[in-house]
């Protein structure tokens, strides 16, 4: 069964709190990963933390990406984490993209982030980084 | 039983969010502790529940119907389960599941459990997923079960046999959609539901459906050609009022018990194919042969049976 449990896809959120409209990148890096054979359940704009929270403990995800271009990431990203162990979500881990500062990527980090993408990243970049964060939560989950 | 199928299963009957998904992903990745989680489901719970399929081509409006049917439930207290399924990748075995962003006002509300499901490409194995799913939901408290999927393709037609009720949601516009889909579907279909029925060319539809689902509409006197605008929440208290009554009118003739019957063995076959192609790819590539498939096929079943019963 082990073996057969490895063919199933990895299922990962991509959502976008707070306010901004810009899914462009949200989009484009739903479709890069669904083109590389993960589901993608996309919660579309303007969701709140908790909202997205929800969603991913419900959809049973094995990450969640999250997309800001308003600037409010310092403040949304870990509200998004809070919410996820508020609701036994917090083994899922969380990758963050947008426009975001390198002054700030450090403190997303330490706020678990488990990874930071800015703009120009190469999709194979973030590819790879959910590819990694999914591995390791199903491994540490035991499924 | 292992301790981790226990508390999934305590998890569930808590309807604890968190319990719900993982034991909907054991089930569909045909895990170890999906057997445990089945065979301790309450049967009696299973029977109680009312699964709506709802199906229709894409853009017709079935997320946006779906959602509105949700908030009519949600005001008479009823706790909901929604599987919503979108197609895979062939390509790439991906997909981009989109149901919930038309869905996510209920979000918050702890009594709208919601399952995005991928066709993943097979050509069995959905049906049984998405038959496991509605029991785990089922189980968690869900009193009805919406299945909503779009209505082109095998695997979403065998899937929509899973409901006791099929609404089928058309909206003007769609033309020679509508007349290729008419074979199959509407077949299997117990409502039509017109939606956007503000557009031009809702009554011409109607008329046209109406002619379709006279003979069932004679039988039991109830209207099977439905108006909505569901992004206006109009026509669904009706629609569910019509649904409610059909519902009762199954369950009274016993129309229900067998269409349950047919989906349990719909999906008993289908675990049989999901269970019996890894072996028989198995023992394909152990032996290339150069036959014509249909003698090889019958060769490998016969061998297969004779190797079990040793």
Request: net charge negative; aromatic share 4%.
């Given at each position: 069964m082990a073996e057969q449990e490895k063919k199933s896809p990895y299922r990962v959120l991509i959502g976008k709190p707070g306010l901004d409209g810009h899914d462009r990148g949200a989009k484009f890096i739903a479709r890069a990963l669904r083109d590389e054979g993960f589901e993608v359940i996309y919660t579309g704009i303007r969701r709140s933390a908790a909202e997205?929270?929800?969603?991913?403990?419900?959809?049973?995800?094995?990450?969640?990406?999250?997309?800001?271009?308003?600037?409010?990431?310092?403040?949304?990203?870990?509200?998004?984490?809070?919410?996820?162990?508020t609701r036994g979500g917090g083994d899922i881990p969380v990758l963050g993209g947008g426009v975001i500062p390198d002054e700030d990527i450090e403190l997303l980090l330490?706020?678990?982030?488990?990874?930071?993408?800015?703009?120009?990243?190469?999709?194979?970049?973030?590819?790879?980084?959910?590819?990694?964060?999914c591995e390791k939560h199903s491994d540490d989950s035991g499924q | 039983m292992t301790a981790g199928s226990n508390e999934l299963l305590a998890g569930l009957a808590r309807q604890d969010p968190r319990a719900i998904g993982r034991a909907i992903s054991a089930v569909e990745n045909n895990s170890e502790a999906a057997a445990d989680i089945l065979s301790s489901l309450d049967q009696d719970v299973i029977d109680s529940?009312?699964?709506?399929?709802?199906?229709?081509?894409?853009?017709?409006?079935?997320?946006?119907?779906?959602?509105?049917?949700?908030?009519a439930l949600r005001k008479k207290g009823n706790r909901l389960g929604i599987i919503a399924v979108d197609p895979s990748s062939p390509i790439s075995g991906g997909a981009i599941l989109g149901d919930r962003i038309r869905m996510m006002e209920h979000a918050l509300d702890p009594d709208v459990v919601v399952r995005?499901?991928?066709?993943?490409?097979?050509?069995?194995?959905?049906?049984?997923?998405?038959?496991?799913?509605?029991?785990?939901?089922?189980?968690?408290?869900?009193?009805?079960?919406?299945?909503?999927?779009?209505?082109?393709?095998?695997?979403e037609m065998d899937i929509i046999r899973l409901a006791d009720i099929t609404l089928m949601v058309l909206a003007p516009g769609f033309g020679d959609d509508i007349q290729a889909m008419k074979a199959g579907l509407l077949e299997v279909a117990d409502f039509l539901v017109?939606?956007?029925?503000?557009?031009?060319?809702?009554?011409?539809?109607?008329?046209?459906?109406?002619?379709?689902?006279?003979?069932?509409?004679?039988?039991?006197?109830?209207?099977?050609?439905?108006?909505?605008?569901?992004?206006?929440?109009?026509?669904?208290?009706?629609?569910?009022?019509?649904?409610?009554?059909?519902?009762?009118?199954?369950?009274?003739?016993?129309?229900?018990?067998?269409?349950?019957?047919m989906a349990l063995d719909a999906e008993t076959l289908d675990w049989i194919m999901e269970?019996?192609?890894?072996?028989?790819?198995?023992?394909?590539?152990?032996?290339?042969?150069?036959?014509?498939?249909?003698?090889?096929?019958?060769?490998l079943i016969k061998e297969l049976v004779t190797r079990q019963e040793e």
């Amino acid at each position: 069964m082990a073996e057969q449990e490895k063919k199933s896809p990895y299922r990962v959120l991509i959502g976008k709190p707070g306010l901004d409209g810009h899914d462009r990148g949200a989009k484009f890096i739903a479709r890069a990963l669904r083109d590389e054979g993960f589901e993608v359940i996309y919660t579309g704009i303007r969701r709140s933390a908790a909202e997205i929270a929800a969603t991913a403990v419900q959809e049973d995800v094995d990450a969640v990406g999250l997309s800001s271009l308003s600037g409010a990431h310092l403040r949304l990203f870990p509200e998004v984490i809070k919410e996820l162990q508020t609701r036994g979500g917090g083994d899922i881990p969380v990758l963050g993209g947008g426009v975001i500062p390198d002054e700030d990527i450090e403190l997303l980090l330490q706020a678990g982030v488990s990874a930071v993408f800015t703009p120009g990243t190469a999709a194979e970049t973030f590819i790879n980084a959910f590819t990694e964060a999914c591995e390791k939560h199903s491994d540490d989950s035991g499924q | 039983m292992t301790a981790g199928s226990n508390e999934l299963l305590a998890g569930l009957a808590r309807q604890d969010p968190r319990a719900i998904g993982r034991a909907i992903s054991a089930v569909e990745n045909n895990s170890e502790a999906a057997a445990d989680i089945l065979s301790s489901l309450d049967q009696d719970v299973i029977d109680s529940v009312l699964v709506l399929g709802i199906t229709g081509p894409p853009g017709a409006g079935k997320s946006t119907l779906t959602s509105a049917m949700i908030r009519a439930l949600r005001k008479k207290g009823n706790r909901l389960g929604i599987i919503a399924v979108d197609p895979s990748s062939p390509i790439s075995g991906g997909a981009i599941l989109g149901d919930r962003i038309r869905m996510m006002e209920h979000a918050l509300d702890p009594d709208v459990v919601v399952r995005s499901m991928a066709t993943r490409g097979r050509l069995g194995g959905l049906c049984a997923s998405a038959g496991a799913t509605v029991r785990i939901m089922a189980a968690a408290g869900c009193e009805i079960i919406i299945i909503e999927t779009v209505g082109v393709g095998q695997s979403e037609m065998d899937i929509i046999r899973l409901a006791d009720i099929t609404l089928m949601v058309l909206a003007p516009g769609f033309g020679d959609d509508i007349q290729a889909m008419k074979a199959g579907l509407l077949e299997v279909a117990d409502f039509l539901v017109v939606n956007k029925s503000d557009l031009a060319g809702a009554d011409a539809l109607c008329m046209d459906m109406e002619q379709v689902f006279h003979d069932k509409q004679e039988e039991d006197g109830i209207a099977r050609v439905l108006q909505t605008i569901a992004s206006l929440n109009q026509g669904i208290e009706q629609l569910l009022a019509t649904v409610k009554t059909f519902g009762l009118h199954l369950e009274t003739s016993g129309i229900k018990e067998e269409r349950r019957h047919m989906a349990l063995d719909a999906e008993t076959l289908d675990w049989i194919m999901e269970i019996l192609r890894p072996r028989f790819a198995q023992a394909m590539s152990e032996k290339t042969e150069r036959k014509d498939p249909r003698i090889r096929a019958k060769e490998l079943i016969k061998e297969l049976v004779t190797r079990q019963e040793e």
